[in-house]
């Protein structure tokens, strides 16, 4: 069971919106702004799409935004494109004791 | 840019003792903001955080593998190191060596290496 829940799965068609949830506690995601999101597609290395919980990297298109509401961290993409569909985790810190705890993943789906 | 390597036996008898080296480029593994990561994957499933290093020396440990986990750094070959003891079949992962970025005010992994397959296996 991972520290971090997210749904197994979500879905969406072209050009549509979607978003994925990440909830954790008080002790990681709710205490921290340092929540990123990773997208992985089949045997691929996981890419930072997401960092500090809204900052997007250079060259990761601005479809994809996060936000933070207390203990729930959430990665929303927009204008859904056919190369989105990929594996999505989210990552928080944890403290000094844990460190860092990643979220199951959810697998996005363009139909 | 940084780049990271992984590299090891790909298979590992159950109760011996695996053992990883990631090496660095395109900075020194002795900067400052910079930790040293291992994060490994099973096969189907999810990231799972296993430990970091700083170049002080000062490590930290997922407490679920704390008593079989040792991460080492070696500043002469720019490298850090991963060693997991009396591994099991549920040990079998693809492992990735990492690094975090972090500052006072952001902290995120920033580079990832290719990962690197480790089957328990007799």
């Known amino acids: 069971q991972s520290a971090l829940t997210q749904p197994r799965s979500v879905s969406g068609s072209p050009g549509q919106s979607v978003t994925i949830s990440c909830a954790g506690t008080?002790?990681?995601?709710?205490?921290?702004?340092?929540v990123s999101w990773y997208q992985q597609h089949p045997g691929k290395v996981p890419k930072l799409m997401i960092y500090d919980v809204t900052k997007r990297p250079s060259g990761v298109p601005d479809r994809f935004s996060g936000s933070k509401s207390g203990n729930t961290a959430s990665l929303t993409i927009s204008g859904l494109q056919a190369e989105d569909e990929a594996d999505y985790y989210c990552c928080s810190y944890a403290g000094s004791n844990t460190n860092w705890v990643f979220g199951g993943g959810t697998k996005l789906t363009v139909l | 840019q940084v780049q990271l390597q992984e590299s090891g036996p790909g298979l590992v008898k159950p109760s011996q003792t695996l053992s990883l080296t990631c090496t660095v480029s395109?900075?020194?593994?002795?900067?400052?903001?910079?930790?040293w990561s291992w994060i490994r994957q099973p096969a189907g499933k999810g990231l799972e955080w296993i430990g970091r290093i700083y170049n002080s020396g000062s490590t930290n440990y997922i407490p679920s593998l704390k008593s079989r986990v040792t991460i080492s750094v070696d500043t002469s070959k720019n490298q850090f190191s991963l060693k997991l003891s009396s591994v099991t079949a549920a040990d079998t992962a693809v492992y990735y060596c990492a690094t975090l970025y972090c500052t006072r005010t952001s902290c995120y992994i920033r580079s990832w290496g290719q990962g690197t397959l480790v089957t328990v296996s007799s």
């Open positions: 008080s002790s990681d995601v709710g205490g921290y702004n340092f």
């Open positions: 395109g900075v020194s593994i002795s900067s400052d903001s910079y930790y």
